[in-house]
């Protein structure tokens, strides 16, 4: 059974430290408590006196010791079931899914059996995104595009912004070199103020960019007329 990874029944007997009792074939296996279930579990009683399916994990021959795994099998079938979910998905495909964490790089989302990754640049077109818990929280209904699926290694790369058509290429034909726009300054960052402009979208200007025409120093909240030195639709930088 441990060489071809057979599923066995077994009888838990007892409660014992750190685990359960089982009978397999006669013997006395060992079930630790951290190879139940795939989540902790904290009344070991509850499973005393019943059958259960098991895979032997370990056999150690010198000291007649089998350790037998229920947890092993959950595992399986959860394997197999992501492999299943991640057969039928497309490239383009939109799902909605439920932010299950949030790292600094990132949202994970669960799309009901597997797990994909929302890279922080793939959140927002326009907004510019320190952190994603600015966007969104644990929990969260989130709609999401299928970007890469890497059938190999289980793993999904998703977006959100890509809901939507790239606003840069509208932007290009707004904020073109030289046009002028009506802006707010709302936070100061190195070497200049980072300014509110038109359509939701952020600018940039440098600290010596910021004198105005009475020769005073534009100040934070001010709303003020700037013109387009730059416009890096790659960079997604006026």
Same mark, same amino acid.
């Given at each position: 059974?441990?060489d071809?990874e057979?599923?066995?029944?077994?009888y838990?007997?007892?409660r014992?430290k750190?685990?359960?009792i089982?009978?397999?074939?006669g013997?006395?296996?060992?079930?630790?408590?951290?190879q139940?279930?795939?989540k902790p579990i904290?009344?070991?009683?509850?499973?005393?006196d019943?059958v259960?399916?098991?895979?032997?994990v370990?056999?150690?021959?010198?000291?007649k010791?089998v350790?037998?795994s229920?947890k092993?099998?959950i595992?399986d079938?959860?394997e197999?079931?992501?492999?299943?979910?991640i057969?039928?998905l497309?490239? @383009?495909?939109?799902?909605?899914?439920?932010?299950?964490?949030i790292?600094?790089?990132?949202?994970?989302?669960?799309?009901? @059996?597997?797990?994909?990754l929302?890279?922080?640049? !793939?959140?927002s077109w326009?907004r510019?995104?320190k952190?994603?818990?600015?966007?969104t929280?644990? @929990?969260?209904d989130?709609?999401?595009?299928?970007l890469?699926?890497?059938?190999?290694?289980?793993?999904?790369?998703?977006?959100?912004? =890509?809901?939507?058509? !790239?606003?840069w290429?509208?932007?290009?034909?707004?904020?073109?070199? @030289?046009?002028?726009h009506?802006?707010?300054?709302i936070?100061?960052v !190195?070497k200049?103020v980072?300014? !509110?402009l038109p359509?939701?979208?952020?600018?940039?200007?440098?600290n010596k =960019?910021l004198?105005?025409e009475d020769?005073s120093?534009?100040?934070l909240?001010?709303?003020?007329?700037?013109?387009?030195?730059?416009?890096?639709?790659d960079a997604?930088?006026?």
């Amino acid at each position: 059974a441990f060489d071809s990874e057979e599923i066995i029944n077994g009888y838990v007997k007892s409660r014992t430290k750190g685990g359960l009792i089982v009978d397999v074939f006669g013997i006395e296996a060992f079930l630790p408590g951290s190879q139940i279930d795939v989540k902790p579990i904290r009344d070991y009683d509850v499973f005393v006196d019943k059958v259960m399916e098991f895979k032997v994990v370990k056999i150690n021959h010198e000291y007649k010791n089998v350790v037998v795994s229920h947890k092993a099998l959950i595992e399986d079938e959860i394997e197999a079931q992501k492999a299943e979910i991640i057969a039928r998905l497309e490239k @383009g495909q939109v799902l909605e899914g439920i932010v299950k964490n949030i790292t600094s790089y990132g949202v994970f989302i669960d799309l009901g @059996g597997v797990d994909g990754l929302i890279h922080i640049s !793939d959140l927002s077109w326009t907004r510019k995104i320190k952190h994603p818990s600015e966007f969104t929280h644990i @929990g969260a209904d989130l709609e999401v595009v299928v970007l890469e699926i890497d059938k190999e290694n289980r793993r999904l790369s998703l977006g959100h912004k =890509q809901l939507e058509e !790239d606003p840069w290429t509208v932007f290009e034909t707004i904020f073109t070199v @030289g046009s002028e726009h009506e802006g707010t300054l709302i936070e100061n960052v !190195d070497k200049g103020v980072v300014i !509110d402009l038109p359509y939701g979208v952020k600018g940039f200007a440098f600290n010596k =960019q910021l004198t105005k025409e009475d020769g005073s120093q534009a100040k934070l909240d001010e709303k003020l007329m700037f013109r387009v030195v730059e416009f890096n639709k790659d960079a997604k930088r006026i």
